[in-house]
């Protein structure tokens, strides 16, 4: 066994193929630990920490249960690692998956906004949410598109460093990190690929006698737009599936493969819950208790991810690869306040585009069959999504990668499953534009330009994570010292490469009767784009 692991490691140095071993059937074989693992990143849009039926941090504050239960995605956490204080690396989609693909904070790289454009921008800066009006810039048109938003290809990305240590690669969902052929998956990693490049497209044509629709204030006018196909490998996919279990269908199909011995990395990256709001009439109809439409059919399109969720782990079981793939799931932000559903984020303040803990914390499971031995453990300790990168490095085994920059990550798991010794981080940060934030061992800060003439939040990390009382008056030293902290940490970085001219604001908490007359007493932010 010894001589075997070290042939194992020889040859993952001299040919960057993993060493696997395989039963009869030619499949990875059961704890199959004398090889890297498969590994597959699942990652959601959008979706609250409160809307599983696995959350934590559930009986703080009246949080409640949500209205469907999520029994295949609360099984990862079950029976591996639940990480309580897992961030993601920025509150929006394009930013935070930048992150995540590349182990470092997107302001390296000047991507610290979503694309857009500018009728996009005119359209939503002039528009009011629960009585706060939007911001429109007309001096910054023209600084934001999809083109110019695109993934720096100089970028090492998890594709291209599990492409370098001999793993077959797929990418199936989501993408959003540009629409020039040179930022297309296929040129950023993956072997191959069923996405949709930008935006938010339907998961049903709107008139499909299966589809139950809720259009959004925030979206009326892309309900307008006819549907565009996703690509497979670059050419369009006609499919009469909802488009997450097209996308479901895709990973099942990658994992089961059998023509190719290599360990495979895949990343599923599902479009739900984010709008538009649409789901199967079968889904709708099966929850049951709840009165308001949209909220019925988001609910009905978590049930949609769950299910499509099982299926996938379904397919590792058949094909013999549970035991031998490290499955993570996570989201890339917090819950929407746009969509009116206030308990996305229960028990946290904020939402989807603000920085408090709403909008950058988000669920993080981890599960290994054939190593983590502890199921259902919770870690309190501050973690990152950009801690994949390192985290999937170490597991999958020796290669020489040089990443384009430094890493902002830290790995979290040993080669055995363990967590390591040292994991975790002292201090995060986040920016976007002009708005920054900060998380240390004691304190939280929040600063925003806007509303004028700014604002500050100042938290005290060890009362919970509640964030309802703000220091920032009576420490202003406090205040002040970290504020110093984040201009070094960002002084260094270059400038957005694309800047939207729109800014919405975003809530810390639901809105209630009257309480736009009362502005100047709102915990409230707004958010480029």
Known sequence: MHSLRVLCALTALLSLVGCRLLDASGRQAGLGREGPPNILLIVADDLGVNDLSLNPLRGERGTSLPPVATPHIDSIGEQGLI??????????????????????EPQRFGLEFNPGSDAFASVLGKRSYSGIPGLFFEDRLGRSSQEAAGLPTSEVTLGELARAHGYRTGQFGKWHLGVEERYLPGNQGFDRWTAFLAGFPFYLPKDDPRAVNAPLPIDAEFWMFPNA??????????????????????????????????????????????????????????????????????????????????????ALRESGQMENTVIVFTSDNGGADYTEIWTHNQPLRGFKASFWEGGIRVPLFIRWDGAIAARGQMIETPVSLLDLFPTFDRLMGPASVTTAGPLDGRALLTEEGGLLPRFGHEELFWRAGEAVAYLGPQWKLIATPRPEPGRVWLYSVGEGPAEDHNLAKARPDIVESLLDRVRDHFDPMPPPRNVPAFEMPVRAEPPVPGDFERLDELDYMYWPG
């Open 83 to 104: 990480f309580t204080r897992a961030y993601a690396a920025h509150a929006t989609c394009a930013p935070s998956r930048v992150g995540l693909l590349t182990g470092r």
């Open 229 to 314: 196909p996703p690509l497979r490998n670059g050419v369009p996919v006609e499919a009469d599936r909802l488009r997450t279990d097209l996308y479901a269908d895709e990973a099942i199909e990658f994992i089961r493969s059998e023509d190719d011995d290599r360990p495979f990395f895949a990343y599923l990256a599902f479009l739900a819950p984010h709008n538009p709001l649409q789901a199967l009439k079968s889904d709708y109809d099966a929850i049951v208790g709840v009165e308001d439409h949209e909220t019925r059919v988001y609910y009905a399109m978590i049930r949609a991810l769950d299910r499509a969720i099982g299926r996938v782990l379904d």
